[in-house]
């Protein structure tokens, strides 16, 4: 993620940032404009209305109305600004959400709140490669649903465009001990969301986008059967064999699904690590015994934009000098991951694909994004234009038979969290 100026004053912002620490102007994100700006009350223009600020002396000093974000208005969870036209209460990011846990519990309030962040950031790299849902382009919808005593363990994973999430990985503690128990490296918020992207955009890409050959003679076989894969998997034990030589994690040798779904998340990682470091003007030397290496990184969003090999050539470098931080924080290696060639090529696959697509252009309006199933009350029909945010208590979801090929959640799997 890029860092961003304020645009009253100049000064350093974040992509969270809701207040300038300099000039004390109110911060948003506009998703129209994809950039952190200063906001202005506008009583004078409408009740809730802000007006962009910009510099004075800008085309942006006069600037667009917006509303903030009814999370934000209400619980000061969102940062996201509405345009003043976008009659939607809640903001691009949020209307996704459907079905929220039991917010009147502190603890499952906090949950949702770190995951809504991390969903904003997936919303971000999505818009940026020009993924985010569109009219004629639907994006995925998040259930965060909580385990309710006596109730089975909600699963963690993506069925016909609806990720489900157990808020519970909101938990350092609880998401340390899966960690540790599931023998993985890496694992947080921003992972599970991208991850679980993957499969949504799997079934809209991939399968629907004519490139299921392709994608097999990459990634393997996706008909075989995902539930025994899944099983034979964990039977050996998640980070056992020679998983490496042809995979990102050890837990994308499972499936050709979860191989993708790892890859892509993969190739969100290093699109935005890229981009983090571009912004900050990053040149990296590493020192070598036949002389330095010296680079410069590379904004992945730059046009013209620099192609996959020299992105990775970049990544490399960028990931030795990360690792090399948090070392001497005594942290452990916040890029724990070697990639080699089969890997590679998978990540070269999604590049490609993604870059594909940007430059094709949006197709008609299709009804539905998503339906909310049956098996979760009470729940409001989802509205596409002004999608409210369900604040039940949720019930959990009754187990889904893993017979169709694009189910990834069983819940004969609870203890081996399948996502
Ligand atoms: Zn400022
Ligand atoms: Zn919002
Ligand atoms: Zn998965």
Sequence with gaps: MRVFNCDHCGHLVFFDSVQCVHCGSTLAFLPDALTMAALAPAPQDGAGLWRRMGGRGTAQYSGRLYRLCHNHIEHQACNFAVPANDYAEYCVSCRQTRVLP???????????MQIEAAKRRLFYTLARLGLEPAPGRPGPVFEFLADLPGGPSIMT????????????????????????????????????LRHESGHFYWDQLVRDGGRLEAFRSVFGDESQDYAAALDA?????????DWAERHVSAYAAAHPWEDWAETWAHYLHMIDLLETSASYGTEITVPGIYGAQRSSALDPFAKPA??????????????????????????????????????????????????????????????????????????????????????????????????????????????????
């Design 157 to 192: 994973g993506h069925h016909s465009g609806t990720i489900t999430l157990n808020v519970a990985e909101a938990d350092d503690d609880e998401r340390a001990r899966r960690r540790i128990a599931l023998g993985e490296p890496y694992r947080t918020l921003i992972g599970h």
């Design 306 to 419: 620099p192609d996959f090999d020299t992105m990775l050539l970049q990544l490399v470098p960028l990931t030795l000098l990360l690792n090399s931080l948090t070392r001497s924080l005594g942290q452990p290696d916040a890029y724990p991951f070697a990639l080699a060639g089969e890997a590679l090529e998978k990540l070269r696959f999604v590049h490609d694909m993604v870059r594909e697509e940007a430059n094709r252009p949006t197709v008609p309006p299709v009804p539905a994004l998503a339906t909310v199933t049956a098996t979760i009350a009470p729940v409001p029909a989802p509205s596409p234009s002004s999608a409210p945010v369900a604040a039940v208590n949720a019930v959990p979801a009754a187990p889904t038979p893993a017979s169709k090929p694009n189910i990834k959640k069983n819940s004969k799997q609870a203890n081996k969290d399948l996502r």
């Design 233 to 241: 998997h964990y039977a050996k034990g998640n980070d056992v064999g």
């Design 102 to 112: 039991d917010l009147s519990e502190t603890a499952n309030r906090g949950r949702w």
